[in-house]
């Protein structure tokens, strides 16, 4: 489950690599005019709608870059299978379309239905169904839809199936967590906690804003979010559900980011620094913390539920105490700087202590347990660092793929086929037929046996081009 989960984390790289950027544009073009969005000024309107245009569409971005990290091979034609999946869900349970099926109201879940969750899932079905359909066959009439052009069929068929479940399922249970939300609602501090807690733990799937449907909107008549600026809230009430994600979206994050990038391996710090620092700055600057955080949620779970649980302590401590400020946009710098013209504003200059508070207890807490637990979060993947300058035998790259394949027991024994910098990672049924001997023979540089049903090549950082004859020779076998 780990290796999977850690292979969809690296599939994210891609796409949230471009995402500081976009925030930080975002968060320039709101600071010039926060009232108006981009309607008093051109200039913001312009960095805004620059910064949208891959923030607004994160959704897509996440289900091209998933399918192609999850593929087989990262062919393009994952890739457009994931877009598909995105389009038919996003078509299907669209509010309009839902009206047009059921001839009564779309439930509110649908309106937030392109999310990141979304996006992933979609991202899964693509790789799913090109890895298991790239070689499908059909008879001769229907030959000019085999192989690879049957995936985007199959793909649509598939999520129409899924559309279908989440018709059903994705309502109740957003429906049930507006219920959980309006029954916290009298539980003043500890409420506000529980609530940022699980506004936290709920990205992943995209359900967060079901709560935040509750505490910054009208659906149970907090609305805290546009009480806060027109003025029409209870002072030191007022703004009680937003104040707390400021410390850990300006410095939380941030104090994680570093521990992140100091636990990284020597050689990989470079790396880190140039994704973690980005994130980093635009989770303080602007509050956009995707970034970030998608950069270990799958990577390093655990991190993760702690992440939420410390957000929870956050929006609990800040709740308890004469402390009030809210966003627009969101928890970031800018807004805490516009927060102090707000008619409910309570002294919101005490975020910065309570802020530095969290960052050193985010930077420890972050660096103790990836330590502790091993954990693979960026610049710590298993490659040794000195596995960098191993030199195969020879370059005859086919005749080592085929040597390693017999190692392995051939073909038939071989399910899985994948690569990182300097490694071969490869999935078996039966661990009784490989032969180390034979392997090592190829000229490589050692074996490692993690589990029964996983082998590790260490081929150093020409790995690439042998995982690519190893797919060809297990392509060529398939399609016959």
Known sequence: MMKHLQKLGKSLMLPVACLPVAGILMGIGYWIDPTGWGANNIIAAFLIKAGAVLIDNMAILFAIGVAVGMADDNDGTAALAGLVSWLSIQTMLNPATIEMFTGAEANAA???????????LTGLIGAICYNRFKHTKLPDALAFFSGKRSVAIVTVLIT????LVLFFIWPVIYTGLVIFGESIVSTG????????????????????HALNSVFWFDVAGISDLTKFWDGSGVLGQTGMYMAGFFPVMMFGLPGAALAMYHTAKTKKRKIAAGLLGAAALCSFF??????????FMFLAPALYVVHALLTGISAFIVALLPIRAGFNFSAG??????????????????????????????????????VRMDLKTIGREDDEEDEMNIKLASNNFTAIAQT???????????TS???????????IKDYTQVNEKKIKSAGVAGIIRPSKNSVQVVVGTQVQFVADELKRLVDQYTVR
């Open 417 to 427: 086929i994948d690569s990182c910098v300097t490694r071969l990672r490869l999935e």
């Open 404 to 414: 390693i394949l017999e190692g392995l027991g051939g073909i038939d024994n071989l």
């Open 160 to 163: 129409l199936v899924v559309s």
């Open 286 to 295: 602007t509050g956009v913390t995707e970034p970030l955080e998608f950069s």
């Open 110 to 120: 649908f309106g937030k239905i392109n999310n990141q969750f979304i996006g992933i």
């Open 189 to 208: 501090a500890l409420g506000a906690g529980i609530y940022a807690f699980f506004n936290r733990l709920l990205i992943p799937v995209g359900l967060h």
């Open 333 to 370: 710098f800018v807004d805490w700087l516009l927060s102090f013209k707000a008619p409910m504003a309570v002294n919101p200059w005490l975020l910065i202590p309570i802020g530095l508070v969290f960052g050193v207890i985010y930077y420890v807490v972050f660096r103790f347990l990836i």
